[in-house]
């Protein structure tokens, strides 16, 4: 007796958790591309499947997921890596976090905190920081000058006669 799948609730979670697709239409393609798969071209629906082929075709969707995962973010460290470097280059110390944050919120570099970046973010932030870079770096902020307080020196003059008028 074969166990029939009743439950899809896994699949559909996967789906929905790890591969976004912009359309209904894509979704139906990919599951009925992937049934198919591990169905060995029996069938392309879910009802069809078989306990054991449900499971496999969860287990190595769950598995691909996980490596996508790691790909993701070892291509985040990279980009993060990039933009540090960079904008040690172009003198902001990397040291300190407030101030690569500072640098970062600023609306006309990222307008966000430098750990919220996505991929595409920094991708672009790297490309402003080349640009700074190529332009001479940062300036210095110009301290302002104090003023020069007018310096006030008293005389005393004694006065003869006690002061009588």
Not at 2 to 17: M, S, W
Not at 39 to 60: A, F, I, P, Q, V
């Amino acid at each position: 007796m074969i166990q029939e799948v009743t439950n899809f609730a896994r699949f559909y979670g996967i789906l929905k958790a790890s591969y976004k697709f912009a359309t209904k239409e894509q979704g139906d393609e990919f599951k009925e591309g992937v049934v198919s798969q591990f169905t060995n071209g029996r069938t392309t629906s879910l009802r069809e499947m078989t306990r054991r082929e449900y499971d496999t075709m969860c287990d190595k969707l769950e598995g691909a997921t996980a490596h996508l995962l790691r790909t993701v973010k070892d291509e985040q460290r990279r980009q993060r890596s990039k933009c540090l470097r960079l904008m040690q280059k172009v003198g902001i110390d990397t040291t300190d976090w407030t101030r690569i944050n500072a640098f970062c919120e600023d609306q006309r570099i990222a307008g966000k905190v430098f750990a919220r970046l996505t991929n595409e973010e920094l991708e672009q932030l790297s490309v402003k920081l080349r640009s700074i870079q190529r332009k001479g770096g940062l300036k210095p902020k110009k301290q302002p000058t104090p003023q020069a307080q007018p310096h006030v020196e008293y005389m005393m003059v004694p006065v003869m006669g006690g002061g009588e008028a």
